[in-house]
């Protein structure tokens, strides 16, 4: 078959598997970065846009199949529990082990019902709310294995930058005190530097997936 000129080419058989399936390549990716890691580790990644949604799915995917975490917990800022929760069925990503503490959804506008899997609050705003809706789980008799924060670009939409790497400081310690794994995410931006490199100061792994 006759090749264009000019036409790019594939240099090798990884270039091929990611342009078939680009979620293959990130999952590798994130599974190199987890190996090894203590079970209070904290871990940021930083995003680009394009790769978004995929990596919150690897992500989820990969601590799911590790029996070792058990139950999670996710926190969202960025998007409805609903929305998230089609979106990882689409990816046949299972959340069944997976407690969400929905920030966004009542501000959305979204009707809105705490029950066993899930807990809404009123405003990505209230960061004191976060905090005790974390720590609520924290101390539950099964505590979560891991924690997804979700995301911290978001969170500065609503908040002041001070504010949020003080939330975060004292969030992140809180977590990995109760021996729990943390993932920050965050999209890259020229516009959040200053955060990524203060919350990089109090993590113990930055990941760059762009």
């Known amino acids: 078959m006759a090749v264009k000129a000019g036409a790019s080419k594939i240099s090798s058989l990884g270039e091929f598997e990611e342009l078939l399936s680009p979620g293959r390549s990130i999952n590798s990716k994130i599974s190199q970065a987890l190996e090894d890691l203590p079970k209070n580790s904290a871990v940021l990644f930083i995003v680009g846009l394009k790769d978004y949604s995929t990596v919150l799915a690897e992500l989820l995917r990969i601590l799911q199949a590790r029996k ?8 969202t800022v960025n998007k409805p529990v609903e929305d998230l929760a089609k979106a990882f069925s689409r990816n046949k990503i299972s959340t069944g082990s997976v407690f969400f503490i929905d920030a966004i959804s009542i501000l959305s506008g979204r009707k809105a019902s705490s029950g066993k899997k899930a807990m809404f609050l009123d405003s990505p705003t209230d960061l004191i709310d976060m905090d005790n809706a974390i720590s609520k789980q924290l101390s539950k008799s099964q505590k979560p294995g891991f924690v997804v924060f979700d995301s911290l670009s978001t969170l500065l939409l609503y908040n002041k930058p ?14 990995r005190g109760a021996n729990v794994q943390v993932f920050l995410i965050t999209v890259k931006s020229s516009e959040h530097a200053g955060l990524i490199e203060t919350v990089s100061q109090f993590v113990d792994k930055v990941v760059e997936i762009s």
């Open 68 to 75: 070792q975490q058990g139950n999670g917990a996710y926190l």
């Open 162 to 175: 001070q504010a949020v790497e003080k939330f975060l400081h004292v969030l992140v310690g809180k977590i």
